[in-house]
């Protein structure tokens, strides 16, 4: 069965550090990946995805992801952190190959930006 | 941009109590979705919907669970008698075809089971 694990539940970093945030999934075929970011009282939304092509996948937001796929990762991104940048993090794979809108998706990482 | 809006965002009802969350998706979407996630747990699908018919359910979804485009805006979930363990944040989502490249998502309904 399809799985998506977040290693981390709480991360916490400085403002204008490099961010990454891991994924690992399990998925017996090509994954359709996914990352949405949920700030508070806001909905899910789509940070980036992965199809096919290019294992590296630029986002919104300048967050950008790599599929790995001897790894069974799809880690997260960014350069330099902004306090906005401050939410929860779900990572997920489309249970039906991503042509379906069933996804899977993981616990979440709930990012801290310290001033 | 195009939004999912979500009512109420916090729903308190009494156990056994019938509750009815609301979703308005975005006008020109034709598949519509319902996921929640259980405090500490992760986001879980529950339900599809499209062409006025359930296209997939999760073993969640069982039959106290049901779904209903009762006109051409809304979507609803129902719940027909609540448990303790209901208590979730429920996401409603949208999609213009069938596929999970482009769900939106709404903000959500806090349903508390007390």
């Known amino acids: 069965a399809q799985s998506v694990t977040q290693p981390d539940i709480h991360i916490t970093v400085s403002e204008g550090a490099s961010l990454e945030l891991r994924c690992n999934y399990s998925?017996?075929?090509?994954?359709?990946l996914f990352w949405y970011v949920q700030s508070p009282g806001q909905g899910l939304q789509l940070l980036l995805k992965?199809?096919?092509?290019?294992?590296l996948v630029q986002g919104i937001k300048g967050f950008e992801a790599e599929f790995k796929r001897s790894q069974s990762s799809f880690n997260l991104r960014k350069p330099s952190v902004h306090w906005s940048d401050a939410a929860e993090y779900f990572c997920?794979?489309?249970?039906?190959?991503?042509?379906?809108?069933?996804?899977?998706f993981g616990k979440g990482t709930k990012l801290s930006v310290k001033p | 941009e195009p939004e999912v809006t979500q009512t109420p965002s916090h729903q308190v009802t009494q156990m056994g109590q019938e509750v009815i969350l609301r979703c308005v998706p975005i006008?020109?979407?034709?598949?519509f979705y319902w996921y929640r996630q259980i405090l500490g747990q992760k986001v879980e699908f529950l339900v599809s919907?499209?062409?006025?018919?359930?296209?997939?359910k999760s073993e969640i979804f069982d039959d106290q669970f049901s779904v209903e485009r009762p006109d051409g805006s809304n979507f609803t979930l129902k719940i027909r008698s609540t448990k303790l363990e209901d208590s979730a944040m429920y996401f409603c989502?949208?999609?213009?075809?069938?596929?999970?490249?482009?769900?939106?998502f709404g903000s959500g309904t806090q349903l508390s089971v007390l």
């Open positions: 997920a794979v489309g249970a039906g190959g991503g042509s379906q809108g069933n996804l899977i």
């Open positions: 989502a949208s999609s213009e075809w069938w596929s999970a490249e482009k769900l939106f």
């Open positions: 919907f499209y062409n006025n018919e359930i296209s997939e």
């Open positions: 998925y017996g075929a090509t994954p359709y």
């Open positions: 006008s020109n979407h034709l598949y």
């Open positions: 992965y199809f096919s092509g290019d294992t």
